[in-house]
């Protein structure tokens, strides 16, 4: 969630900082800072947005050709400028940005107060700058390096010091860092999207290494100064990709492209004739999934959501028993793990530390591990046995939207490849295999009704409350549409199945409490009704999501947004839409930061 960019090379330091930490900006700050290396350190730190420590730059002479910056989300320590990074030693030689966490900060600042160290601000971050200058003797990556060994917790981290000039050093635990020199410069970031315009060559810090980069090359060892190979990376993503393609959001964007998200997810995947799903990445596991008798599936937030759809159409399609965990409870409650479990993890940034964690602890109990991951080269990509890849392109905008859509389409193929492994025939599979090819279409023709869902959007801005509910496919939309909402407009919003609404949500009914019904013609569509009819007995206006062709459903409605039919499983890529759509407009119509709501971040690299 902060952001880290560093630079030493042949040009100014401060503006390209200042360009890195702004490309960064989408994951979440509170604060933002950096030092440049003139003559002498000179150090900037600002609360709020990044404006604001632009200002301070503009007005002091940031004159250097080195430095590093910092965008800060708090964790240990309130949002103030004195808590905001770079923190620096004493003697203000050494100097550090961080993302992650000291576990074991008290008991370090302890020993570093009694040898004469004096704390200027509330954060973990700052013992390591303390930490590494006691150890520093001329050569700022063997103070790294000393250190680090005796830090416990997550970091990445970028160190600089004024003794030992152009140099960065940086070291990676759980919180990723990518490095990069381009013939100019040598440059180190937290995210690849920071450095971008500089260089596509990356390289990927794996845990426990530590990189020191120059302006003409850089060295990885581990803490023990054993040296690393390291490969090089080209980045698929243009720089025009992380841009908002002429919308005003982000988010918005990221809606609009999902016939296009969907088309990369299911490229080169999907065998119609032989109604089969190509998952490159399983291949080489091919056998062992056949014997697999049980799956695992952990994610958090949106990710999770759209696990329980994926529960739902592997168990449907392919009679395997799936259990979807929250990654943040799996890691904690001492989970069985049999030989023949495979456990799937998850995520959009690949980052995201809850999901992280419950996949070491998988790994430990022996399962096989796969991921369901959207950035490329990221920890969890790096870390899981075997890997499918979402393909959803960068999502900026802090609220999930293209990549839920992308990663349900994947969790289909994998049905359909588990499915046909198992007992799914070939006219079930060729039947998936083209309800799955129709989609981007499909997509697309819901998005030509946005501007209905804007109307939906402008009525009902005012509400202070809203319910979503759906059964089956459309429960998970349900509980997706409600977290949207919420994220996006701050208004309080609850998901439940259609059915729990009598067993004690529907007490909170009365004319102002809208709930928006998922409730596609489907296999439980008789039953949503009823559902739906319960609350409007009570007066509650309803929004139905329902399928094109369904007129009976405007008698009992107070408004639909209607969309394609498709095969039921297939259902919520289409039925979400709407939802994303009246979350997105609401949000705009509130004046809310569509793109960075208050208090979230994109990705969530601390537990
Ligand atoms: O990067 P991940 O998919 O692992 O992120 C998981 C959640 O943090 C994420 O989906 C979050 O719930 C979003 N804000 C939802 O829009």
């Excluded at 030689?93 to 509330?122: M, P, Q």
Aim: charged share 25%; aromatic share 6%; hydrophobic share 40%.
């Amino acid at each position: 969630m902060c952001g880290i960019i560093g630079y030493t090379g042949d040009k100014q330091a401060a503006p390209i900082l200042l360009e890195g930490l702004r490309r960064e900006a989408y994951r979440g700050y509170d604060s933002s800072g950096m030092v440049v290396f003139g003559t002498s350190p000179k150090l900037v730190r600002a609360v709020g947005k990044l404006e604001e420590l632009e200002q301070k730059v503009a007005t002091l002479s940031m004159d250097g050709i080195f430095g590093i910056g910092h965008s800060r989300w708090a964790t240990h320590g309130e949002v103030t400028e004195v808590n905001a990074h770079p923190h620096a030693d004493c003697k203000s030689n050494v100097f550090v940005v961080h993302n992650g966490i000291v576990e074991n900060y008290r008991e370090l600042r302890t020993k570093l107060k009694e040898k004469g160290h004096a704390f200027s601000s509330d954060t973990d971050t700052e013992i390591l700058a303390h930490l590494i200058e006691h150890f520093f003797e001329g050569k700022l990556e063997e103070a790294v390096r000393k250190a680090m060994r005796l830090v416990r917790g997550t970091y990445g981290l970028l160190v600089a010091a004024a003794q030992d000039p152009g140099k960065l050093v940086a070291a990676r635990l759980s919180s990723p860092l990518v490095i990069a020199v381009n013939g100019t410069g040598g440059f180190v970031a937290s995210d690849p999207a920071a450095i971008i315009t500089h260089t596509k060559k990356v390289v990927f810090l794996e845990d426990g290494e530590v990189a020191t980069v120059t302006a003409d090359g850089f060295t990885v060892t581990d803490l023990e100064n054993n040296v690393k190979d390291k490969e090089i990376t080209e980045l698929e993503w243009s720089v025009e990709e992380a841009q908002k393609g002429g919308r005003p959001h982000f988010m918005l964007k990221e809606i609009e492209e999902q016939p296009e998200s969907l088309q990369n997810a299911l490229r080169g995947r999907l065998l119609v004739e032989e109604g089969k799903a190509k998952l490159g990445g399983l291949e080489p596991f091919a056998e062992r999934l056949r014997s697999t008798d049980r799956l695992i599936i952990t994610a958090m937030g949106t990710a999770s959501l759209a696990a329980m759809v994926g529960e739902y159409m592997i168990e449907e399609y392919a009679g395997i028993p799936v259990e979807v965990e929250n990654a943040a409870e799996f890691r904690y409650r001492k989970p069985v793990i049999g030989k023949n479990t495979a456990f799937l993890a998850i995520s959009q940034s690949g980052e995201t530390a809850d999901t992280l964690a419950a996949l070491a602890e998988a790994k430990e109990k022996g399962a096989l591990t796969l991921g369901l991951i959207n950035v490329i080269g990221s920890t969890l990509a790096r870390q899981v046995q075997a890997g499918i890849y979402n393909h959803a392109g960068p999502e900026i905008g802090v609220a999930s939207t293209k990549a839920f859509t992308s990663q349900v389409a994947v969790l289909a193929l994998l049905a359909l490849f588990f499915g046909r492994q198992r007992s799914l025939s070939l006219v079930q599979g060729r039947r998936i295999a083209e309800a799955l090819s129709a989609l981007p279409g499909l997509v697309q023709k819901t998005l030509e009704s946005a501007s209905a869902v804007e109307k939906v959007a402008e009525k009902y801005k005012d509400a202070s409350d809203f319910f979503f509910i759906g059964r089956k496919y459309s429960y998970p939309v349900a509980l997706e549409g409600a977290l949207k909402l919420k994220e996006i407009t701050y208004i309080h919003a609850e998901g439940y199945g259609a059915g729990e609404m009598k067993h004690g949500p529907i007490a909170l009914i009365d004319e102002k409490f809208p709930t928006v019904a998922v409730v596609p013609s489907d296999s439980v569509y008789e039953k949503t009704l009823s559902n739906i009819q319960e609350i409007k007995a009570r007066r509650g206006p309803i929004i139905a999501v329902a399928s094109e062709g369904n007129n009976e459903i405007e008698e009992i409605a107070d408004d639909v947004l209607y969309i394609p039919k498709t095969l039921e499983m297939l259902t919520p890529i289409l039925s979400v839409i709407p939802l994303q759509l009246l979350a997105y407009y609401i949000g705009v119509k509130k004046g809310r930061d569509v793109d960075k709501p208050r208090n979230l971040a994109k990705s969530v690299t601390v537990e």
